[in-house]
DNA sequence: TTAACTGTATATAATCAATATATACAGTTT
DNA sequence: AAACTGTATATATTGATTATATACAGTTAA
């Protein structure tokens, strides 16, 4: 499964297991239905609690990445790149309330705003 | 001065004052060095401790609100809009760093964005 | 010069969220 | 029945946040 630990880093434990996950999900090495491995067999390999793969599967889970059934198994979710796109694009617009209100408090001018992030896209 | 603590908020005490004196301060009601309570008789006054009071006076200095001189007091710090201004700006370059990671993850153009950052303006 | 004020520095206590865990439970598969 | 799956509950540890006391050192003005 190439998932690996490193204890040294400041990332939780759990979040070095769903962000690899997410990014196999992603790239697309783990397919729709793909059953993942089971939470106890990960923790074994791993060697660590698998209430923290839990976790993590909790995580994929909440955010749609993946399905779990009790007693069967973990697998990889339909439509994820919609899914994802639809995320970003909530991300980025709360992004954008951000800048409208930091605008107005400074008396910047939407084409000014709009020229900053035009010269966000060339870097 | 009209600061008022309320313990039943969420927020820290060191923050409610912070805040308050930085909205004086910008809104113009406290003046280019102008002299801020002590931070023992405000502390006295709002029947905390000093320590308190100082945590909020230290923000305010860091963020380069007031400024404070040993044995003297704290007292407002000149070019307060202008550094507000350039807080700011620095904020909306961030969130447009964000924004461009974001779209670029999902395939959404410059166009599209600025079309984005457009309409936010509009509401 | 001393009393009363200013801010500073260090150490500490209480609280809370984050992280990781063990253990007991219940359903599925073979 | 044995071996697997995920679930639920309770708990321990850690670290950051918040608020504090106490001892210190400089300034001011009687």
């Known amino acids: 499964m190439n998932i690996f ?13 769903y962000t690899r996950l997410k ?6 090495e783990l397919k729709r239905d793909d059953a993942l491995p089971s939470i106890r067999a990960l923790a074994k390999d791993l060697r660590i ?22 007693a069967k198994g973990c697998f990889v979710a339909a439509k994820n790149t919609e899914l ?14 951000c800048i409208v209100r930091l605008a ?13 992030v035009s010269f966000g896209f060339e870097q």
Chains 1, 2 share one sequence.
């Open 49 to 70: 609690s698998f209430i923290t793969t839990k976790r993590a599967y909790d995580e994929l889970e909440k955010e749609g990445f993946v399905y779990t059934v009790p």
């Open 5 to 17: 630990i490193d204890n040294k880093s400041g990332t939780p434990i759990y979040n070095q297991i």
């Open 84 to 97: 994802l796109r639809e995320e970003n694009l909530k991300s980025i617009e709360e992004h954008i309330d």
């Open 104 to 116: 107005a408090s400074c008396n910047l001018s939407r084409e000014e705003v709009l020229s900053m």
């Open 23 to 28: 990014n196999l999900i992603i790239s697309g």
